[in-house]
């Protein structure tokens, strides 16, 4: 029997995480470059593949878990990826405070395994760490490069500085093809509704709609380098084809406030933020990080690499996404109710909160 990385056959890539934002958008890139595509998914009763839905006839699924090495081996023997994306991670910042065992067991300990499990079965297997500009936390300079100093201001941060540092262990000590990315916030159509810009995006969206009549959030001063998930993506893959392996910045070197957010999403419909954005203390972090804005000339020299989307066109594709989804789901909605449609597919009418 061939085995499925043999010579003359296509690269395959395993990536953890993909039914998440950026395992959904490497995964588009990766079938793009003629890859064959292996994502790994927990051992749950419900898997959320709506980010992935069209791409299922196209990506093979594999069950393991970050927790349990023993499937990591076993995936990695049978699947032999030539390159392995490590995407997967509890990476909501407020619940690493309510969850910071769990954390760090997956987000930390995770990556240890992973790369454990590399070294035993095919120590020529490609790995990409996704890393985190929360390893900054309380900035020790501006803008951040790939050596400013960590200071992590959240157990996610923490574990994000334990992923990043055993990925460089192992690539020292046991010689592997190792990198992280350290990734700034970058957004998309896609990203889940608990983070900031889609609250904001999907909340003024709503308001415009006429089914909310306000917004409530945290700090308006905290300031992020927010880009593309669909350009990040691309940065990854590209670390992975140098010749030899390192770390890199992924930014786009500008910052905004979410008070700056809050204007862009709602001037994208016509509204006056203030007239519904309210402070609310309980949307506050315990330690909070306030200045994130990354240096990424390393990228652009070394891997070609640049941001495509600005800031403008971000918030006004998840806007207009947003609204296409409200406007989407009231349809069916009112169908529904008058008669006029019959059937709905699971998921396809359901609004959030």
């Given at each position: 029997?061939?085995?499925?990385?043999?010579?003359?056959?296509?690269?395959?890539?395993?990536?953890?995480?993909?039914?998440?934002?950026?395992?959904?958008?490497?995964?588009?890139?990766?079938?793009?470059?003629?890859?064959?595509?292996?994502?790994?998914?927990?051992?749950?009763?419900?898997?959320?593949?709506?980010?992935?839905?069209?791409?299922?006839?196209?990506?093979?699924?594999?069950?393991?878990?970050?927790?349990?090495?023993?499937?990591?081996?076993?995936?990695?023997?049978?699947?032999?990826?030539?390159?392995?994306?490590?995407?997967?991670?509890?990476?909501?910042?407020?619940?690493?405070?309510?969850?910071?065992?769990?954390?760090?067991?997956?987000?930390?300990?995770?990556?240890?395994?992973?790369?454990?499990?590399?070294?035993?079965?095919?120590?020529?297997?490609?790995?990409?760490?996704?890393?985190?500009?929360?390893m900054f936390g309380k900035v020790q300079q501006i803008p951040q490069t790939e050596k400013t100093p960590f200071y992590p201001r959240s157990p996610y941060g923490v574990a994000k500085v334990y992923g990043h540092w055993i990925t460089i262990n192992y690539r020292e000590s046991y010689d592997l093809f190792a990198c992280s990315g350290i990734l700034f916030n970058h957004e998309s159509p896609r990203r889940g509704h608990e983070f900031v810009t889609h609250k904001v995006t999907y909340g003024a969206a709503k308001i415009k709609m006429g089914l909310a009549n306000e917004l409530r959030l945290g700090n308006l001063d905290s300031k992020r380098d927010w880009g593309y998930a669909g350009d990040y993506v691309k940065a990854m893959w590209l670390m992975?084809?140098?010749?030899?392996?390192?770390?890199?910045?992924?930014?786009?070197?500008?910052?905004?406030?979410?008070?700056?957010?809050?204007?862009?999403?709602?001037?994208?419909?016509?509204?006056?933020?203030?007239?519904?954005?309210?402070?609310?203390?309980?949307?506050?972090?315990?330690?909070?990080?306030?200045?994130?804005?990354?240096?990424?000339?390393?990228?652009?020299?070394?891997?070609?690499?640049?941001?495509?989307?600005?800031?403008?066109?971000?918030?006004?594709?998840?806007?207009?996404?947003?609204?296409?989804?409200?406007?989407?789901?009231?349809?069916?909605?009112?169908?529904?109710?008058?008669?006029?449609?019959?059937?709905?597919?699971?998921?396809?009418?359901?609004?959030?909160?």
């Open positions: 029997m061939t085995a499925p990385n043999e010579v003359g056959s296509k690269k395959r890539a395993l990536i953890t995480g993909i039914t998440g934002q950026d395992g959904s958008y490497l995964a588009e890139f990766l079938l793009d470059k003629g890859y064959d595509v292996i994502g790994m998914v927990r051992r749950t009763s419900t898997i959320n593949l709506d980010r992935i839905a069209h791409l299922q006839d196209k990506v093979s699924m594999v069950q393991g878990d970050l927790i349990d090495e023993v499937s990591l081996i076993g995936i990695l023997r049978e699947q032999q990826p030539d390159e392995v994306y490590n995407l997967a991670a509890q990476s909501f910042v407020p619940t690493s405070w309510s969850q910071p065992v769990l954390t760090g067991e997956c987000t930390a300990l995770g990556v240890t395994r992973l790369l454990d499990a590399i070294r035993m079965v095919d120590p020529k297997i490609k790995f990409y760490q996704a890393s985190s500009s929360e992975l084809q140098q010749p030899e392996p390192d770390d890199y910045v992924i930014a786009t070197g500008e910052t905004h406030s979410i008070r700056e957010l809050c204007e862009e999403a709602f001037g994208c419909l016509g509204l006056d933020w203030q007239d519904f954005v309210v402070v609310d203390p309980k949307f506050l972090r315990p330690a909070e990080v306030e200045h994130l804005v990354g240096d990424a000339s390393k990228a652009r020299r070394v891997l070609g690499w640049k941001p495509e989307v600005n800031f403008k066109q971000l918030i006004k594709m998840m806007v207009d996404a947003d609204l296409e989804t409200l406007r989407r789901a009231k349809y069916l909605q009112d169908g529904l109710t008058n008669g006029n449609i019959k059937h709905v597919v699971p998921g396809t009418m359901h609004i959030l909160p």
